[in-house]
């Protein structure tokens, strides 16, 4: 079965500092992978969306940045966090071109408090 | 006007009562349509997806109304165990992969 990881659970980190949340995907090849945001009281934001090794689409100006490095590996940075990067940020993934369903499964979640 | 738009809430409703949500989308070419539960502080898990005919899950109805570009999820005989995040999801069109979701309807059930 496929599982989806993502760490760390809660950070809290002054403004300025730089920023590293991880997500693998097991079970599974060549997924679709999503960083979403979801700050306080409004809906998830998708940030980055990938359909395969090197390739990151950025849906939102912003000081993160996103990789993946292998194919089911995904990486959001930043080098200098902002108090707006506060959020619950929530890693996804969904089967690759030719098996979507429109499903997304989400990892458990990435609580970032930028002080 | 948002992609996705869903009444906040709270909705506050007593045990064993039927509910029912709306959520509006603005992109009328919008290709599938979905459900999804959250948690307090947890993520968003699938729920059900919403066909063009309707489609029911147990307590659970979901229907589309392309003509007006809703779709509406009602819930009968509710538990305490729906206490939660009601969240509205749209595909835009087949081929892309990208979810745009509704900031969500919270829902509270009262013992």
């Known amino acids: 079965s496929q599982t989806i990881h993502q760490w760390p659970a809660t950070l809290v980190q002054p403004v300025g500092s730089p920023l590293s949340l991880e997500c693998t995907v097991e079970?599974?090849?060549?997924?679709?992978l999503y960083w979403y945001r979801q700050a306080a009281g409004r809906g998830l934001q998708l940030l980055f969306y990938?359909?395969?090794?090197?390739?990151i689409s950025s849906e939102v100006p912003q000081n993160l940045s996103a990789s993946r490095p292998q194919d089911r590996q995904f990486i959001l940075s930043s080098k200098k966090l902002l108090l707006s990067d506060s959020g619950f940020y929530l890693c996804?993934?969904?089967?690759?071109?030719?098996?979507?369903?429109?499903?997304?499964?989400f990892g458990e979640g990435s609580r970032l408090t930028v002080l | 006007r948002k992609e996705v738009e869903q009444d906040p809430g709270p909705f506050n409703v007593p045990e064993g009562a039927t509910v029912a949500f709306n959520c509006t989308y603005s992109n009328s070419a919008s290709q599938s349509f979905f459900w999804y539960r959250q948690d307090c502080r947890k993520e968003p898990k699938l729920l059900m997806s919403?066909?063009?005919s309707g489609n029911e899950d147990g307590r659970f109805t979901a229907q589309l109304n392309r003509a007006s570009q809703y779709i509406s999820l009602l819930i009968r005989d509710s538990k305490l165990s729906d206490s939660a995040t009601y969240l509205c999801?749209?595909?835009?069109?087949?081929?892309?992969?990208?979810?745009?979701f509704g900031t969500g309807t919270r829902l509270t059930i009262i013992p």
């Open positions: 996804a993934w969904s089967p690759g071109a030719g098996r979507v369903t429109g499903e997304l499964f």
């Open positions: 079970g599974t090849s060549n997924p679709n």
């Open positions: 999801v749209v595909r835009p069109n087949f081929g892309n992969e990208k979810l745009t």
């Open positions: 990938s359909v395969g090794i090197g390739q």
């Open positions: 919403v066909y063009s």
